[in-house]
């Protein structure tokens, strides 16, 4: 088995389930590892018993509102990185948010470009993103594995048929080895695919 880049875990708590099930799809949809929590009171023994990498969390819910939440989650995690939602903000609340290192604080209904835009400030902050080109790398191992995968070759005939070493070949779909342009053209021919498709399905 191939090491697989570890997913990134996120928790979301918010008393409202739509927006729970928008954000796993939006979430998931790019790449992440999604639970959602509807109700707070819930989230303390959520946080001792799994890891996660990000909590984004609603300001305003019934029994406990978020900055109690928060408070709760620093006495168990001191480093988790925790995003504050709220469709109430004020100054209050961003500055209690902070004071218990929130890394951001984020209006409803938000802009899911903006949104995105500060999960990748916070994973470069935690050193959890993927930059471009590893993402690129990722995306091309993945592709090259389930297409060998689904013409039922092994490592070692695609090795044959390329005239690349296995231990290459390995490294290539698992990210961890950036391919040359003839390499894929090789592994292309090998898989009878054009050298575009290596790039991920559409």
Do not use: W
Not at 28 to 53: A, C, M, W
């Amino acid at each position: 088995m191939g090491v697989e880049v570890p997913s990134v875990r996120i928790l979301i708590v918010d008393d409202d389930k739509a927006i729970c099930d928008y954000m796993q799809t939006l979430l998931e949809r790019d790449g992440f590892e999604v639970k959602t929590i509807s109700d707070p009171t819930l989230v303390e023994n959520e946080v001792r018993q799994s890891q996660y990498h990000v909590i984004i969390l609603d300001l305003m819910m019934p029994k406990l509102d978020g900055i109690e939440v928060l408070r709760r989650i620093r006495n168990i995690d001191s480093d988790i990185a925790v995003v504050i939602f709220t469709a109430h903000p004020n100054l209050d609340s961003a500055v209690a948010s902070m004071k218990l290192d929130a890394v951001d604080y984020i209006k409803k209904p938000f802009n899911v470009d903006e949104f995105r835009e500060v999960l990748a400030r916070v994973m470069r902050k935690k050193g959890l993103a993927r930059t471009p080109e590893e993402q690129l790398h990722k995306i091309i191992g993945d592709t090259i594995r389930t297409l060998r995968k689904e013409k039922e070759l092994t490592l070692k005939q695609m090795s044959r048929r390329t005239g690349l070493s296995i231990s290459l070949l390995s490294q290539i779909e698992r990210a961890e080895s950036s391919p040359s342009i003839s390499s894929l053209y090789k592994i292309a021919i090998a898989l009878d695919s054009r050298i575009q498709e290596l790039f991920g399905r559409a």
